[in-house]
């Protein structure tokens, strides 16, 4: 280390900033100021705790020797820390104040963090003690004038986030370069040109420049910031012209504090403002030549910088930083629970601590050197997330297949039970419909049977109707034939009576003394209508003619088929004379004419009405017994219609329960063959159920032990690659899993982390590409086909 009379009077700059109001309650308090400066300039600046800690002793020396009336425990009490942004952040005026406690400075910058996050590029960050720590050291360097910081440790230590957050606290614009391949010497001119203006000129505001080691593409970019560093003049960094114009600019603020109005007091007032807002930082690893080589051609780089020194992380702060980013694995389901979320990460802090120990031992040993960096272990953290999410993904996704399968075969047995169920329910539906087509069927047989013993009576019935009735046509017909003989005799009568009138009966009736042709008429007529015993006179003939209207009504009316054989004999007589006839009748009265051809008529009617008459008995009687037999017959017909309607009833119903039975013994079919099917499909999955039900309950079992496997594998991949066989066997099997065990979380017994990250035939396949056999050539090709970035590996030769 090396110390001048600068650091002596950085601690009294830092005294000065105080606020003199504010210290007037005793001296402790303002000891304590200068207690803080000399951590800050001092003890920032160590690199190991053993340095520190015999700085704490000078420090308690001085403070005892010199300030001996302030109890220790007063003096060194902590958190010693001593801003100017809490006081603002506060809604109070900037002052340069000791903080009251850690969880209100923390709560502080978590409240910037948060306002940076909405205004620039979200940074995340946990922000655990230390780093809250470097945050206000930081804040504090480029608080002051001229102050300019020096950040070392290892990448990943948070440097960069951590200045860009301790600038905002400040309130300072941050500025930085873009390095790209084509970046050089002009390009930086260039940048610094802007830089310098925008802190001297326009806006004149404070500004931080931040730079890492890895911007530092060209040595000669030292150059211009030693010069910047040293005195804040670079020589040539601007044309006379350009100087011109920016004194041109700053000219009345120069006026105004107090510089000449020259060229070197416009310079001098240029370079101070520069000077007093543009802060520059450097972000450099202390690995390896660089950063020593650096230091002493550039000394600038050292002595105008307020060093920080970024130490390991702690134990608190790597578990701290591992339970901010594993406990998404807690609500997504990955970890049980809080208690296995602090195991793991405190496992993962043990894990990155212990590669201390181990690279102490690997230097002393075998002259090796291995650095472990935050950056290691927040890959460890990323890589043991999404190892632990993949492979509790794939088992999850293989154990819902399975007992998707397993579903299945339970829904399977279920049906299959429900089968035999439905089958018995089928089986007895089967018996009760065979139970009753039987029942139909023998109904059926038995209305048949009658049907046609009914159907054989009606054809019987039926033939002998037909006899009857072709007996009664024939009958008929005969005397229709007969019948049609007397027919023109009726008719000729008819009109005879036709022919008469009221006023012909009377013309007849009023002779005096008729012809005796009329009176023989008359008698005739009177023997037909009236039955006469004797044959009448005229006078009687009168009598009978008496009312010609009722008389002609009397021979209308006589049908002519029942005369007496005696009054027949005495008509016969009288017809038998030569008069008896129309034609002469009608020269002597045209009525007597009508009436004689009456009688003439009514008596061959009736002599051939008398002649058929019994044959007319006959076919009346023959007819009636035709439709007596044929009435018989129709309702013989109706009951054999009923009959058949009631078979044909019955013939339907049972066709249907025929069908019915048929298709409930199909359906028993079915259900039987279904049946067989699944009991086969059943018991030939029997043995496949108990053996994927294991593997569920295996895999279920890995899900949950897979916590500690991929712990195990992830620290394995992150660390274990740039050791030899004996530091690697000492780590993942005598000290990481151990840990693993005493912190109670779940891992597969006697576990190897190649079975984590490898299968047998990955393995295999290396070896087939030309992989060597022994194991650490196997480690090592698991650790580069896992790994996120390109792993440092030791050469595996006389190593197997």
């Known amino acids: 280390y090396q110390f001048n009379l600068k650091d002596v009077g950085n601690i009294f700059q830092g005294l000065l ?6 210290f007037r309650d005793g001296v402790a308090k303002y000891a304590r100021v200068w207690l803080h400066e000399c951590y800050r300039v001092f003890s920032d600046r160590l690199i190991s705790t053993n340095d520190q800690a015999e700085l704490q002793t000078i420090l308690e020396k001085a403070a005892a020797k010199h300030l001996g009336s302030i109890p220790k425990e007063d003096m060194f009490a902590q958190p010693l820390i001593m801003t100017s942004f809490v006081s603002q952040a506060g809604g109070n005026e900037r002052k340069y104040l000791p903080c009251k406690d850690m969880p209100s400075l923390k709560k502080v910058v978590e409240d910037k963090l948060t306002e940076y996050n909405e205004t620039y590029a979200a940074m995340n960050l946990v922000l655990f003690d230390d780093a809250v720590n470097h945050v206000c050291r930081i804040s504090r360097i480029t608080d002051n004038a001229c102050g300019n910081a020096l950040l070392v440790g290892v ?88 100087y011109d114009a920016i004194f041109g600019t700053i000219r009345n603020a120069a006026k105004a504090g107090g510089y000449s109005d020259d060229r070197d007091g416009l310079f001098s007032f240029f370079i101070d403002k520069v000077r007093k807002n543009l802060h520059y930082m450097l972000c450099h690893s202390p690995v390896g030549d660089t950063f020593r080589i650096r230091g002493r051609k550039f000394p600038a780089l050292i002595s105008c910088s307020v060093v920080d020194e970024f130490m390991a992380w702690p134990r608190d702060a790597l578990d701290g930083v591992a339970r901010k980013f594993l406990v998404d694995l807690v609500s997504a389901g990955n970890l049980p629970n809080e208690d296995m979320l602090a195991a793991v990460a405190a496992n993962m802090a043990e894990v990155h601590l212990s590669i201390d120990g181990a690279n102490r031992q690997y230097l002393v040993e075998e002259r090796r050197f291995n650095y472990t960096t935050p950056k290691s272990f927040l890959e460890l953290i990323s890589f043991y997330m999404k190892m632990l999410t993949d492979k509790q993904h794939s088992v999850t996704s293989n154990c819902e297949r399975l007992e998707r399968g397993l579903g299945i075969m339970e829904q399977v047995q279920t049906k299959v039970n429900g089968l035999k169920e439905d089958l018995k329910i089928v089986m007895v539906q089967v018996e009760e419909k065979k139970a009753a087509t039987a029942v139909l069927i023998e109904e059926v047989s038995k209305a048949s049977a009658f049907a046609n013993e009914e159907k054989g009576k009606a054809s019987i019935k039926e033939a002998e109707t037909m006899v009857v009735a072709n007996e009664a046509a024939t009958l008929k017909a005969q005397a ?44 005739a007529c009177s023997y037909l209508l009236f039955n006469s015993k004797k044959k009448i006179d ?56 009508n009436l004689a051809n009456w009688a003439i008529n009514i008596v061959k009617y009736h002599k051939i009405y008398v002649k058929v008459a019994p044959l007319m008995a006959k ?6 017994a035709k439709e007596e ?57 029997a ?114």
Not at 538 to 567: C, H, R, S, Y
Not at 619 to 624: D, F, R
């Open 538 to 593: 005229w006078k009687a003939a009168q009598q009978m003619m008496k009312d010609p209207n009722q008389f002609l009504q009397t021979v209308l009316a006589f049908e002519g088929k029942e005369i007496p054989q005696p009054v027949l004999a005495e008509v016969d007589a009288l017809l038998a004379l030569p008069f008896f006839n129309y034609d002469i009748m009608k020269g002597k009265s045209f009525a007597a004419a």
């Open 619 to 624: 076919v009346e009687a023959s007819t009636q």
């Open 480 to 523: 229709d034939g007969e019948l049609a003989e007397a027919k023109p005799a009726m008719e000729a009568a008819a009109e005879a009576v036709n022919c008469l009138d009221k006023a012909s009966i009377g013309e007849l009736k009023g002779f005096g003394k008729p012809p005796p042709e009329c009176v023989d008429v008359c008698a």
């Open 687 to 800: 043995d496949e159920y108990k053996r994927w039900t294991e593997t569920v309950r295996e895999l279920k079992d890995l899900g949950v032990k897979l916590i500690g496997n991929c712990m195990l594998a992830s620290a394995f991949v992150g660390y274990i690659s740039p050791f030899s066989m004996k530091y690697r066997l000492q780590l993942w099997k005598d000290c990481w899993t151990v840990d693993i065990g005493e912190r109670g979380i779940p891992m597969t017994d006697k576990m190897d982390p190649l079975k984590v990250l490898a299968t047998e035939a990955d393995i295999a396949g290396w070896q087939n590409e030309g992989l060597p056999s022994d194991r650490i050539s196997v480690e090592n090709a698991s650790v580069v086909v896992s790994c996120s970035r390109w792993p440092l590996m030791i050469d595996p030769q006389l190593q197997g």
């Open 155 to 242: 990448g990943g230590s948070g440097k960069q986030s951590l200045a860009r957050l301790a600038s905002f606290c400040n309130g300072q614009d941050m500025l930085s370069i873009l390095v790209n391949q084509s970046y050089g010497m002009d390009a930086l001119k260039v940048d610094l040109q802007e830089f310098y203006k925008k802190a001297a000129v326009k806006p004149g505001t404070p500004h931080a420049f931040l730079m890492t080691d890895g911007q530092i593409a060209d040595e000669r970019f030292l150059v211009y910031i030693n010069d910047m560093l040293s005195s804040g003049a670079i020589p040539d960094l601007f044309t006379r012209e350009e």
């Open 629 to 685: 037999a044929e009435a018989s017959l129709a309702i013989v017909q109706k009951q054999v219609a009923d009959i058949e309607a009631e078979c044909a009833r019955l013939d339907e119903k049972l066709q249907g329960a025929v069908a019915e039975k048929e298709r409930v013994e199909a359906q028993a079919a079915k259900c039987l063959e279904n049946l067989s099917l699944a009991e086969r499909l059943v018991n030939g999955l």
């Open 17 to 22: 900033n105080t606020d003199p109001a504010l």
